[in-house]
């Protein structure tokens, strides 16, 4: 595998239910993002996460829990979302400090629906 | 007022035209472009990318930035098919602060 890579590629749940996001990144990077992509919307950032530490929150509600346990992992848990949360969630990478080395790259992203 | 602003579109051409896609923003501290290309199904993947003002060029793309007007440009030259795509900009202010994106262009070539 390379790059970013994210599952499942498609999710489908109800309100109630409770699901998690997986991101690996195969690039050796020391920053993960999560952002929502919703149509006609710019992307939305959501989390970042710096050497596994949280740094930004981006007044997320709290039923998306982000969760980094290593650098090349990040999940994005979920639980009693709403309709209005339907979007392509996507997640990337980058290397922060290095000149030139904080480009992001993003994984293909997961198309959430709630019903 | 959007801090980015990009025209959704969509914008169909036809193949070999010259394409000129574009974004306005209201914050003077943006210092670093990014133009991200993404097609259907898949994740942005980064572009161009220029810090400050200028033009840069990269085979059929050139990427053009004109602070004083707080505008950039991508165009496209000899377009084709496979460029069909949605085109994000984004910018920032410093190397390692959050990137701020525009809603996306979304472009056809037609053959």
Redesign the interface.
Known sequence: ETG?T?TPRHLVMGMTNKKSLKCEQHLGHNAMYWYKQSA????E?MF?YNFKEQT?NNSVPSRFSPECPNSSHLFLHLHTLQPEDSALY?C?SSQ??L??G????????T?LLVL | QKEVEQDPGPLSVPEGAIVSLNCTYSNSAFQYFMWYRQYSRKGPELLMYTYSSGNKEDGRFTAQVDKSSKYISLFIRDSQPSDSATYLCAMRQGRNEKLTFGTGTRLTIIP
Do not use: N
């Not at chain 1, 480009?103 to 992203?109: H, K, L, N, S, V």
């Open positions: 970013v994210q006609k919307k710019p992307l950032l970042v930004e996507l990337a922060a400090g000149a030139g904080e480009t992001q790259y993003f994984g293909p992203g198309r």
